[in-house]
Nanobody, 124 residues
Framework: QLQLVESGGGLVQPGGSLRLSCAAS????????IGWFRQAPGKEREGVAC????????YFTDSVKGRFTISRDNTKNTVYLQMNSLKPEDTAVYYC?????????????????WGQGTQVTVSS
């Protein structure tokens, strides 16, 4: 059974850091492009970052550029989202998603598999 599980969320003060993990089971993650999305209350789910299956292409939405990085460890079948200099507006449920493709996509509809989400709250 193909499954994605996010972890690493929590409560952090503004300016702090968190590292989210997206662990895959039931399939070989290196064959898939992975996107990170977030959804705040009352807002649409938005693409935050993506890393393609070959790890030669990444994407970051403008609001996180310079603060977030994305990486993958294929030996652990895991993708990471390192979030630094966190702001209150980064507060949301963060989801990872997978699509078997060389491409890196921003759109929710391009992804076939989704995790259950992990809550990130940035507050003093």
């Amino acid at each position: 059974q193909l499954q994605l599980v996010e972890s690493g969320g929590g409560l952090v003060q503004p300016g702090g850091s968190l590292r989210l993990s997206c662990a895959a089971s039931g399939f070989t993650l290196r064959e898939y492009s992975i996107g990170w999305f977030r959804q705040a209350p009352g807002k649409e789910r938005e693409g935050v970052a993506c890393i393609n299956s070959g790890s030669f292409s990444t994407y970051f939405t403008d609001s996180v550029k310079g603060r977030f990085t994305i990486s993958r460890d294929n030996t652990k079948n895991t993708v990471y989202l390192q979030m630094n200099s966190l702001k209150p507006e980064d507060t949301a449920v963060y989801y990872c998603a997978a699509v078997r493709s060389l491409g890196c996509y921003r759109a929710v509809g391009r992804y076939n598999y989704w995790g259950q989400g992990t809550q990130v709250t940035v507050s003093s």
